[in-house]
């Protein structure tokens, strides 16, 4: 089982908090760092300092890290033109040395859409379907060659398909609740199918779907990489297990139902369950980034019984 730091910088971090937990995320032996994509605080956060960017936020991390793999869970399709974002992942891509991989989704809150003036279209899913093509189309296009595309809702016409990343393919995750479309847009571009916040039993039903629709596309269901995002609050034992679950705000038996928590011994129990439903990496969301402390725990205690 593979583990990576899942981070959610709009509920309140800077830049140099997220280098930190970056280069704590290397030095601890993690395989990757990623962020969310959200420019609004959610819940009772006031979010301060304000947002950070995501991929300027990654492109600074390209440079300061050497090992990690860096990526997004989720970009939101309705933030950038894939034209653009294409470009922006490549050159990060480049910037790294190869480490980059695109998370793209939807994008589901309004609130923050209106916030900062960005348009939030009803026809989401179906723009996102187009932006998967436009990207993957662009980095796939031949050096020399031109890549046109002419949708519903983006045309590019005689585009140099520039710049190209360091992989040979950047790997794109596509994820996300949906019974139909979502597996049918990660049968047909996607490397990874994430669910976020999902548990075992309705991992395993999800995952079996989308297998289904990697066989119906032509795939074979094992070339693609299943995962789950999940909250994580570990202790040492319940009473450490208690304060930073009331750091967060959230009550131990709910984190306990809907997440990893509770005693190293418990969550690799837990671990276990989604292994057992198909997944073999997780996404831990770590919600409070001043505990560094936390993730060496999790390093010495969860991560190395799992290899």
Same mark, same amino acid.
């Given at each position: 089982?593979?583990?990576?730091?899942?981070?959610?910088?709009?509920?309140? *971090?800077? +830049? !140099?908090?997220?280098?930190?937990? %970056?280069?704590?995320?290397?030095?601890?032996?993690?395989? *990757?760092?990623?962020?969310?994509?959200?420019?609004?605080?959610?819940?009772?956060?006031?979010?301060?300092?304000?947002?950070?960017?995501?991929?300027?936020?990654?492109?600074?991390?390209?440079?300061?890290?050497?090992?990690i793999r860096?990526?997004?869970?989720?970009?939101?399709?309705?933030?950038?033109?894939?034209?653009?974002?294409?470009?922006?992942?490549?050159?990060?891509?480049?910037?790294?040395?190869?480490?980059?991989?695109?998370?793209?989704?939807?994008?589901?809150?309004?609130?923050?859409?209106?916030?900062?003036?960005?348009?939030?279209?009803?026809?989401?899913?179906?723009?996102?379907?187009?932006?998967?093509?436009?990207?993957?189309?662009?980095? =796939?296009?031949?050096?020399?060659?031109r890549f046109?595309? !002419?949708?519903? #809702? #983006?045309?590019?016409? !005689?585009?140099? =398909?520039l710049p190209?990343?360091?992989?040979?393919?950047?790997?794109?995750?596509?994820?996300?609740?949906?019974?139909?479309?979502?597996?049918?847009?990660?049968?047909? +571009?996607?490397?990874?199918? /994430?669910?976020?916040?999902?548990?075992?039993?309705?991992?395993?039903?999800?995952?079996?779907?989308?297998?289904?629709?990697? =066989?119906?596309?032509?795939?074979?269901?094992?070339?693609?990489? #299943?995962? /789950?995002?999940?909250?994580?609050?570990?202790?040492?034992?319940?009473?450490?297990? %208690?304060?930073?679950?009331?750091?967060?705000?959230?009550?131990?038996?709910?984190?306990?139902? /809907?997440?990893?928590?509770?005693?190293?011994?418990?969550?690799?129990?837990?671990?276990?369950?989604?292994?057992? =439903?198909?997944?073999?990496?997780?996404?831990?969301?770590?919600?409070?980034?001043?505990?560094?402390?936390?993730?060496?725990?999790?390093?010495?205690?969860?991560?190395?019984?799992?290899?």
């Amino acid at each position: 089982m593979d583990l990576r730091i899942f981070t959610e910088p709009q509920q309140g *971090a800077d +830049y !140099d908090t997220l280098l930190a937990v %970056a280069r704590a995320t290397e030095d601890l032996g993690f395989d *990757a760092f990623f962020r969310s994509d959200h420019y609004l605080a959610m819940g009772d956060a006031d979010g301060m300092p304000g947002p950070t960017d995501a991929w300027t936020t990654l492109a600074g991390l390209a440079r300061e890290t050497r090992r990690i793999r860096l990526g997004t869970l989720m970009s939101a399709a309705t933030f950038r033109l894939p034209g653009p974002l294409a470009i922006q992942v490549a050159q990060v891509d480049q910037m790294s040395g190869g480490r980059v991989e695109l998370g793209l989704g939807s994008g589901w809150f309004e609130e923050e859409h209106t916030a900062y003036g960005i348009p939030f279209p009803r026809e989401k899913l179906a723009r996102l379907e187009e932006q998967l093509a436009v990207v993957t189309g662009l980095w =796939a296009t031949p050096a020399g060659e031109r890549f046109d595309h !002419d949708g519903a #809702y #983006y045309r590019l016409a !005689d585009s140099p =398909a520039l710049p190209k990343p360091v992989q040979s393919k950047i790997p794109v995750l596509v994820g996300g609740l949906g019974e139909k479309r979502t597996p049918r847009l990660a049968a047909r +571009y996607a490397d990874e199918f /994430n669910l976020p916040f999902t548990h075992p039993d309705d991992s395993a039903r999800r995952f079996a779907r989308v297998r289904e629709a990697m =066989a119906e596309a032509g795939r074979k269901p094992d070339e693609l990489v #299943y995962s /789950n995002a999940l909250i994580v609050c570990v202790g040492k034992d319940d009473a450490q297990v %208690a304060r930073r679950a009331a750091a967060l705000g959230r009550d131990v038996g709910e984190l306990k139902e /809907n997440g990893l928590t509770g005693t190293p011994e418990e969550v690799v129990d837990k671990i276990g369950r989604y292994q057992e =439903a198909g997944s073999s990496r997780i996404y831990l969301q770590v919600m409070d980034l001043q505990d560094l402390d936390h993730l060496e725990l999790i390093a010495s205690r969860v991560q190395s019984r799992l290899s």
